[in-house]
């Protein structure tokens, strides 16, 4: 090969060396931010507002691609997902984490906290924080809380008292609690995605399930469950999560300006949140589907004395100083 010719292909293998970084460099990092729920959702709308904010700030740097109604995948196959760089973001329920911590655990002890006010004052202390970075040794860091709300218990007959639930199907979220929470109340509890609740409700091969009243009104269980209890007997909240190794990554100052973007959003979700929990109940009622049962205070009270023993169940798993600070909380 003459002396020109090598000059020749050394520079055109510089210029595609070139070319492939500058395009590497203007590429944008894509955060796929996969949910379960509905759009009309507190989480449908916080991711909404999280890939709006980033389109505004960060255009051209990072793009977000919101994935709902487990489009792209559902709560039981997303960490693992994202562990294999699949997807980067997600927000599954608090009762999802069973197979990576057993901390988390405390958000689904039944009757725990009195209201949302106390939650957010437990998962903003002391502990709340030291929880988010529970899993970190697993490869996943918690970013924040999001809130949806208090669980309500739905059936296809009317659940006054812990003995109408007896022998029924509930299906319930991946959570040991929960089940016990059922198991407590001589009930059967069934592990199922979110995906197929509504599918298993109308065919009748469960009796009922628990949610909050946006995931009761936005994926209409209150059409094929004629009555819902107004328990408020746990919370259904969020641990927005990502992968330690994508956010170890990324540039100190986009990584300071997604933070900031999703912390916004959180805000955002969570007056949504505030919101449906009384706008969609009154839309459930509106329509007359399903009917709203409200306790008295003894038959609440006939509740809280079956599923409580759960907590002391569950309390070496937990941490008795986790759940006092809890019940500080209220
Ligand atoms: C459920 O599975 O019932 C909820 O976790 C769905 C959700 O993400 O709100």
């Not at 255009?59 to 792209?72: I, R, T, W």
């Not at 997902?81 to 980067?88: K, P």
């Not at 592990?191 to 469960?206: D, M, N, R």
Request: net charge neutral.
């Amino acid at each position: 090969m003459s002396k020109s010719m090598r000059l020749m292909i050394t520079l055109l293998v510089t210029l595609a060396l070139v070319a492939s970084a500058t395009l590497a460099m203007a590429r944008p990092i894509v955060i796929k931010f996969s949910h379960v729920v509905a759009e009309n959702t507190p989480k449908g709308q916080m991711a909404n507002k999280f890939k709006e904010l980033v389109d505004e700030r960060l255009a051209g740097k990072v793009e977000v691609e919101v994935f709902p109604n487990s489009q792209l995948f559902g709560d039981n196959k997303v960490l693992e997902a994202m562990l294999l760089g699949d997807v980067q973001l997600a927000a599954p329920s608090l009762s999802k984490f069973n197979k990576y911590t057993k901390s988390l655990q405390i958000f689904d002890l039944p009757f725990l906290f009195k209201d949302m006010a106390a939650v957010e004052k437990f998962q903003q202390g002391e502990v709340g924080q030291k929880m988010l970075m529970s899993m970190k040794k697993k490869g996943l860091i918690g970013l924040g809380y999001l809130h949806n709300g208090m669980k309500q218990l739905s059936a296809s007959s009317a659940l006054r008292i812990p003995a109408d639930a007896k022998h029924k199907k509930f299906r319930i979220m991946s959570s040991d609690v929960l089940a016990a929470q059922f198991e407590a109340i001589d009930a059967m509890p069934l592990k199922k995605p979110f995906s197929e609740v509504f599918t298993l409700l109308q065919t009748k091969a469960i009796d009922g399930q628990e949610n909050t009243w946006s995931n009761i009104y936005s994926k209409k269980f209150y059409e094929v469950q004629p009555y819902i209890t107004e328990s408020n007997h746990g919370v259904l909240d969020y641990l927005v999560i990502t992968s330690a190794e994508f956010w170890m990554d990324l540039p100190e100052d986009i990584k300071v300006e997604v933070k900031k973007a999703l912390d916004e959003a959180i805000t955002f979700g969570n007056s949504v949140s505030a919101q449906k929990a009384i706008n969609d109940r009154q839309k459930i009622i509106d329509s007359k589907r399903s009917k709203i049962v409200e306790l008295t205070d003894a038959e609440r009270q006939q509740w809280v004395e079956a599923m409580k023993p759960v907590w002391k169940q569950f309390e070496g798993e937990i941490g008795k100083e986790y759940i006092d600070a809890a019940i500080q909380s209220n």
